[in-house]
């Protein structure tokens, strides 16, 4: 399976969101709205973002900075 651009773009907001990169985020939102996205797709990405970066955050502080325990697709939802 080969995603398309628009699913590349959504990817990439969330990744801006956790890479704390602001001139990122407007770029690849603009991008994914280019590529047929809507606002609510783009704002969906940009929660996912949030959630995985809160979630790496408290993995952090709880183990003195070592990854916790792998948590596939659950650490988000």
């Known amino acids: 399976m080969k995603l398309d651009k628009k699913i590349k773009e959504l990817i990439a907001v969330g990744a801006s969101i956790t890479a704390h990169c602001?001139?990122?985020?407007?770029?690849?939102?603009?991008?994914?709205?280019?590529?047929?996205?809507?606002?609510?797709e783009i704002a969906e990405a940009v929660e996912v973002g949030k959630r995985i970066q809160f979630v790496s955050e408290q993995a952090k502080s709880a183990s003195g900075s070592q990854p916790a325990k792998a948590r596939p697709f659950g650490c988000c939802s």
């Open 22 to 40: 602001q001139s990122c985020l407007e770029y690849h939102s603009m991008k994914a709205l280019e590529f047929g996205s809507d606002t609510e």
